[in-house]
């Protein structure tokens, strides 16, 4: 079981990227799901989140500039980024809580991280 993230990159202050992540493997269930980042010299903190039902949550940091969604049949998660920021730079890491097996345990999966860098 894997989550591989792609949609990182370069871009000016107030663009936009959007960040995609798909597992694949044997997977009995997806749970929560989630994207997170780490700047340099810095803890890694939650962006954003959403649950199997797709309630969404939010750091405040990205709150009305970011949108978290999912696509269950495609077992991916998004994170739409729009009028990015230099302080938005950091490597993003998707994360998801999935279940690979009936009557198995949840177990916390991260993706390998993309980086996004904004200058300003």
């Known amino acids: 079981v894997q989550l591989q993230a792609s949609g990182g990159g370069l871009v000016q202050a107030g663009g936009s990227l959007r960040l995609s992540c798909v597992a694949s493997?044997?997977?009995?269930?997806?749970?929560?799901m989630g994207w997170y980042r780490q700047a340099p010299g810095k803890q890694r903190e939650l962006v954003a989140g959403?649950?199997?039902?797709?309630?969404?949550n939010y750091a405040d940091s990205v709150k009305g500039r970011f949108t978290i969604s999912r696509d269950n049949a495609k077992k991916s998660v998004y994170l739409q980024m729009n009028n990015l920021k230099p302080e938005d730079t950091a490597v993003y890491y998707c994360?998801?809580?999935?279940?690979?097996?009936?009557?198995?345990?949840?177990?916390?999966?991260w993706g390998q991280g993309t980086l996004v860098t904004v200058s300003s």
């Open positions: 493997g044997r997977i009995f269930s997806i749970n929560d």
């Open positions: 994360n998801a809580k999935m279940v690979v097996a009936i009557f198995h345990s949840e177990v916390h999966y």
């Open positions: 959403i649950t199997s039902e797709s309630t969404t």
